[in-house]
């Protein structure tokens, strides 16, 4: 009851308009409502969706239209956390609330690229900097479950880029390290940008910084093993 009220004062209250599946492990939501409008918004921003009795839960909008009061929201469903579990049950005219957006990863200039390394919940953060920066200036590397499902997805929200899949003991880690430098190599003025798994955060670090080729940038992790509802 106090988590309602006080959702009530602070929240954004939005409708979910249109849900989109694309595949079986990702939801394309259209959301709306008037408290959007009066939202500042720029890509890369994240938000967070109160989920009742499980707390907040992060994501990052991919597109936000301020004057239209309606966003854009690429949901991964796979395993059972919450927040799976919640964009797994939800309906179009569901009422839901959100928190923000709020600062996380922004680039000083429309001209500056990035290299971006990431996940299938870093999807919709390569959207809104794609928008941002054009595809040109945006390259991304992804560890993935499924690659013909990520690059299905990718594809249909207008993201290009390299999928690695996921192999036992992180194996394919190396081989994605070594796209990232080449990406690297490729791009020398590009700020490097780094989300996802926190351990394959950590382990690609280690391998760019062996390599000689770490370089400035952000790293924001998603998730990580073993915990939940990370910022």
């Known amino acids: 009851m106090f988590g309602a009220i006080v959702g009530r004062l602070l929240f954004r209250e939005v409708t979910t308009l249109e849900i989109r599946d694309l595949g079986r492990s990702f939801r394309l939501v259209r959301f709306g409502g008037d408290?959007?409008?009066?939202?500042?918004?720029e890509p890369g921003d994240k938000m967070q969706i109160y989920l009742p009795g499980q707390g907040m839960r992060t994501y990052t909008?991919?597109?936000?239209d301020v004057d239209g009061g309606v966003a854009e929201l690429l949901v991964f469903v796979h395993g059972t956390?919450?927040?799976?579990e919640w964009g797994r049950r939800l309906r179009v005219g569901d009422r839901w609330q959100l928190f923000g957006p709020r600062r996380s990863i922004r680039g000083a200039g429309p001209a500056d690229p990035f290299v971006l390394f990431g996940d299938e919940t870093s999807f919709g953060v390569a959207r809104a900097l794609t928008?941002?920066?054009?595809?040109?200036?945006v390259r991304c590397v992804f560890e993935v479950n499924d690659v013909a499902e990520s690059e299905a997805a990718l594809a249909a929200v207008g993201v290009s880029g390299t999928t690695l899949e996921r192999q036992p003991a992180d194996a394919h880690l190396a081989a994605t390290s070594e796209r990232l430098i080449d990406e690297l190599a490729a791009h020398p003025s590009a700020?490097?940008?780094?989300?996802g798994r926190a351990q394959s955060i950590?382990?690609?670090?280690a391998h760019l910084k062996a390599k000689r080729a770490?370089?400035?940038?952000?790293?924001?992790?998603?998730?990580?093993?073993g915990k939940t509802g990370l910022d």
């Open 214 to 225: 770490l370089r400035a940038g952000t790293v924001k992790a998603y998730w990580s093993v």
């Open 35 to 41: 408290a959007l409008r009066s939202a500042t918004w």
């Open 81 to 84: 956390s919450p927040g799976a």
């Open 202 to 205: 950590q382990l690609v670090r």
């Open 61 to 64: 909008p991919m597109t936000w």
């Open 191 to 195: 700020a490097l940008v780094m989300t």
């Open 131 to 137: 928008d941002a920066k054009g595809a040109s200036r």
